[in-house]
């Protein structure tokens, strides 16, 4: 296994939304240098500190041909039941229903933790969050700043304008079609 070093670090490759790599490109010789590189990335680039994340909204087997070799799998709301396609038959039966997420609770997911699928949530990070704590930044970095509660709130703190701090809303149908899923 790869121990990072200052001479040879962790390189993180992130590719956002596979399909247009894979699956949309029309150019089956550019498809088959990137399905190549890709399976050899994924295959042997760990041992050399390489760790790759792959997302896309639509995860077929077209789309996303090394599923096998991702160690992780995350898997946001999806317009329909996609939970055995991205952890394997039975996910859907055992209560992974990545459908019934609501639209309102971005962040909100089912990943493979290793030992198991679980629930999680991670931060969703708004234009008016970081707008709030870039203000913050400059405003505790000003000389002759007076550091007031305002000017010091951590970034979890700052409410998004128009949105209501609750705790999570009941599972409803999401009717919405758009998907947010990663292999």
């Known amino acids: 296994d790869h121990v990072p070093s200052p001479g040879c670090p962790v390189r993180l490759v992130i590719i956002d939304e596979l399909a247009v790599l894979t699956a ?3 150019d089956a010789k550019a498809v088959k240098e990137v399905t190549t590189a890709l399976g050899t ?3 042997m680039g760990r041992a050399g500190g390489y760790n790759v994340i ?3 909204v639509e995860a077929t087997k077209e789309v996303v041909r090394w599923r096998g070799l991702c160690d992780g799998r995350i898997c946001f709301r ?3 039941a996609a939970s055995d396609l991205i952890f394997g038959e039975g996910a859907h039966k055992r209560g992974i229903h990545t459908e019934t997420i609501p639209r309102t609770m971005p ?3 089912y990943a493979d933790t290793g030992t198991g699928l679980t629930r999680v949530r991670g931060m969703h990070i708004t234009d008016h969050h970081i707008t709030a704590l870039t203000g913050a930044l400059h405003h505790a970095h000003t000389p002759a700043a ?3 509660p305002a000017a010091t709130r951590t970034l979890g703190a700052v409410p998004d304008p128009g949105t209501e701090t609750t705790s999570e809303p009941e599972h409803q149908g999401d009717t919405d079609t758009d998907a947010d ?3």
Do not use: D, Y
């Open 41 to 43: 990335l994924q295959s």
């Open 181 to 183: 899923t990663a292999a």
């Open 24 to 26: 949309l490109t029309t």
């Open 78 to 80: 999806t317009s329909e």
């Open 146 to 148: 007076t550091h007031t």
């Open 54 to 56: 792959l997302t896309s």
């Open 107 to 109: 962040g909100v997911a």
